[in-house]
């Protein structure tokens, strides 16, 4: 009784910042919490007559569909291709730019590089593709003609396995970079400024800073989303591979977000979906808790 009267009084003296989470709390119990009620779809053979209660149960038979599919591993290894390709290459995309931004002293070109670079996130995939199909084409667009300019033949860029996985990562870099830098920026703009200054002291130079004082402020910061990211390992964006992924690319773009899109939503498997959708859960899940340890054994951080 003590203890919670303690913790009541806690919460009434900081009242203002749990009215602040409050939003928050409710967005995700609405939206993250709430929508768990229906993983029994997976289990079920989901009708819109029975409902969620109503239909009757299938146990793992939807599981057992999925990998018995004769393409069930070709569109698991394709998925994991092209989500290790993003995070090993796209995830410290973010962190040098945010370096990089940090080192610029011309702070009206800073920020015209920071407003630029995070205009693409708020660009939909559909713009994106168009832009790139415009860009790209070799029936007089601007890059071809460019290479022309230097003597070489028009390349297919779109639709074409040899580059394929180019246009996939480079596209993903180009729409997210900015604003997944944010949090490094804000990082970096908390690390001490006597650390900088201790720095010069000791002679060291722009790079020597950045490599000793810079990288060791954002370390924590880059594990923690780290993790996350290794969280969807399972899920390779099924917006972009929806658009991106044509004829000639199919048995390379065929991943598990758009194989469970064509089933829920255009076959009306819904049960079947929802079995997909889990499986990629539980990896993702596995994948973080794995991580997360192995984390917090190697440099003490972790989320939890």
Same mark, same amino acid.
């Given at each position: 009784?003590?203890k919670? !009267? ?17 939003? =928050? ?6 939206? !993250?919490?709430?929508?768990?009620? /229906? ?7 989901y009708t ?24 069930? /591993?070709d ?7 092209? !989500? #290790?390709?993003?995070?090993?290459? %796209? ?8 370096? #990089? ?18 205009l693409?996130?708020? *660009?939909?995939?559909? +713009? *994106? ?13 601007? +890059?071809?003609?460019?290479? %022309?300019?230097? =003597? ?6 779109l ?22 830098? &944010?949090?490094?920026?804000? @990082? &970096?703009? /908390? ?7 201790? @720095?010069?002291?000791? =002679? ?5 800073q950045?490599?000793?004082v ?39 773009? !065929?991943v598990?977000? *758009?194989?469970?899109?064509?089933? =829920? ?8 979906? @929802?079995?997909? /959708? ?5 990896? %993702?899940?596995?994948? +973080? #808790? ?7 054994? +190697? ?6």
């Amino acid at each position: 009784m003590i203890k919670n !009267s303690v913790l009541m009084k806690r919460v009434w003296k900081h009242k203002l910042f749990y009215l602040f989470m409050l939003p =928050g709390i409710i967005w995700f119990f609405l939206f !993250s919490y709430v929508p768990l009620y /229906g993983i029994q779809v997976a289990f079920r053979d989901y009708t819109f007559v029975g409902g969620f209660t109503g239909s009757p149960w299938a146990g793992f038979k939807y599981f057992q569909q999925f990998f018995n599919y004769y393409q069930s /591993g070709d569109i698991i290894r394709n998925t994991v291709i092209i !989500s #290790l390709m993003k995070l090993l290459i %796209g995830f410290p995309m973010p962190i040098i730019l945010a370096i #990089l931004l940090n080192e610029i002293r011309m702070i009206r070109f800073k920020k015209t590089v920071q407003t630029l670079s995070y205009l693409p996130y708020f *660009v939909s995939w559909i +713009v *994106v593709v168009t832009l790139m199909q415009r860009l790209l084409t070799p029936y007089g667009g601007p +890059v071809n003609d460019l290479l %022309g300019s230097f =003597g070489t033949d028009p390349i297919q860029f779109l639709n074409n396995p040899t580059w394929f996985y180019q246009m996939i990562v480079g596209s993903d870099i180009w729409k997210n970079i900015g604003w997944n830098s &944010i949090i490094f920026m804000a @990082a &970096i703009a /908390g690390i001490d400024q006597q650390q900088y200054e201790a @720095a010069k002291i000791d =002679g060291a130079g722009r790079f020597q800073q950045m490599w000793h004082v810079t990288l060791p402020g954002i370390r924590n910061v880059a594990i923690i989303l780290f993790i996350l990211a290794v969280g969807n390992l399972m899920s390779a964006g099924y917006e972009q591979l929806l658009l991106l992924n044509g004829p000639a690319t199919a048995g390379m773009g !065929s991943v598990l977000d *758009v194989h469970a899109i064509n089933s =829920g939503i255009r076959e009306g498997r819904l049960s079947y979906a @929802a079995a997909v /959708g889990l499986f990629q859960s539980v990896i %993702g899940l596995i994948l +973080v #808790l794995t991580v997360n340890r192995i984390a917090r054994k +190697v440099s003490d951080v972790s989320l939890f």
